[in-house]
T-cell receptor, first 116, second 112 residues
């Protein structure tokens, strides 16, 4: 079974600084997708960024980017120019391709605090 | 555009009571999912429905049942609630295998 591990239960960053959240996963599949979701105190699950395993180029979305190391099975999230609104729980998630029917496997989550 | 709608938002049950969590999506998605979120454990899949008329167990199905009523609706039933089922429950939907999941806003359930 696939597993996703987020080894940092909590992280903090100063406003305008950069922070990196770590994620590793274990799989024997070659076709899969990786996601970062943000969960603010409102409890809503918001998609931040996604990466297709077959793409070598790292995904970026504005201030958010990933460092995808396929051989190392690592998928870290970098947040640049951190803002107070970035404070949230962040989840890394894995999804196999093929006939997985879209089931996501989540990591344990990392709470990000942003200090003004 | 409502997306994924869950009801209720909050619920308190006594041990042994039953209840049904409702979920509906208006995005014409084929697949729907129920997850539970517990501190330190992320989100874990309870049941999913790959398409209308099919349901399958996820990682933690014990104590739950589901019904895919039609393409839009996917309900989760607790027949005899236990304190271990105290959690936040999320419904989600997805169009195709590689597209992201869209989540509802969750139901906070407390079983006393």
């Amino acid at each position: 079974a696939q597993t996703v591990t987020q080894s940092q239960p909590e992280m903090s960053v100063q406003e305008a600084e950069t922070v990196t959240l770590s994620c590793t996963y274990d799989t024997s599949e070659s076709d899969y997708y990786l996601f970062w979701y943000k969960q603010p105190p409102s409890r809503q699950m918001i998609l931040v960024i996604r990466q297709e395993a077959y793409k070598q180029q790292n995904a970026t979305e504005n201030r958010f980017s990933v460092n995808f190391q396929k051989a190392a099975k690592s998928f870290s999230l970098k947040i640049s120019d951190s803002q107070l609104g970035d404070a949230a729980m962040y989840f890394c998630a894995y999804r196999a391709g093929g006939t997985s029917y879209g089931k996501l496997t989540f990591g344990q989550g990392t709470i990000l605090t942003v200090h003004p | 555009n409502a997306g994924v709608t869950q009801t209720p938002k909050f619920q308190v049950l006594k041990t042994g009571q039953s209840m049904t969590l409702q979920c509906a999506q208006d995005m014409n998605h084929n697949s729907m999912y129920w997850y539970r979120q517990d501190p330190g454990m992320g989100l874990r899949l309870i049941y999913y429905s790959a398409s209308e008329g099919t349901t399958d167990k996820g990682e933690v199905p014990n104590g739950y049942n589901v019904s895919r009523l039609n393409k839009r609706e996917f309900s989760l039933r607790l027949e005899s609630a236990a304190p271990s089922q105290t959690s936040v429950y999320f419904c989600a939907s997805s169009e195709v295998t590689y597209s992201p999941l869209h989540f509802g806003n969750g139901t906070r359930l407390t079983v006393t």
